[in-house]
């Protein structure tokens, strides 16, 4: 199999290293993320993204997902406007 993307990166002193740009914007990560090694028997290693982000649970540590009745009761709320209406001249 040929490769997309080949980067080298160096080991430091304490067995760490930088993941090459071009690697982190194939696999969507950032600081923080995780990402899965995964090493085959013939020696080829996959890089994959890990687990959950931890860029969208950082504040609390948890994530909370609003149900399609939240986000009714929360658009009714705050009085979101239509797409395509006309504004009024005092919400210009």
């Known amino acids: 199999m040929s490769a997309l993307i080949q ?8 067995y ?3 993941v090459p740009e071009a690697v ?3 696999l969507r990560v950032g600081k923080l993320d ?4 995964t090493i085959r028997l013939d020696g080829e290693v996959v890089l994959a993204r890990g687990g959950a982000s931890n860029r ?5 540590g ?10 009714q009761r929360i658009k009714s709320l705050v009085g979101m406007p239509q797409l395509g209406a ?7």
């Not at 995780?34 to 090694?37: D, P, S």
């Not at 969208?56 to 609390?60: E, G, I, L």
């Not at 006309?86 to 210009?92: C, V």
């Open 34 to 37: 995780k990402i899965l090694y």
């Open 7 to 14: 980067a080298e990166s160096t080991l430091t002193d304490c």
């Open 56 to 60: 969208d649970n950082r504040a609390q």
């Open 24 to 26: 982190r914007r194939a």
């Open 16 to 18: 760490q290293t930088t």
């Open 62 to 71: 948890r994530l909370l997902v609003a149900d399609s009745g939240l986000a």
């Open 86 to 92: 006309q504004l009024s001249t005092d919400d210009k």
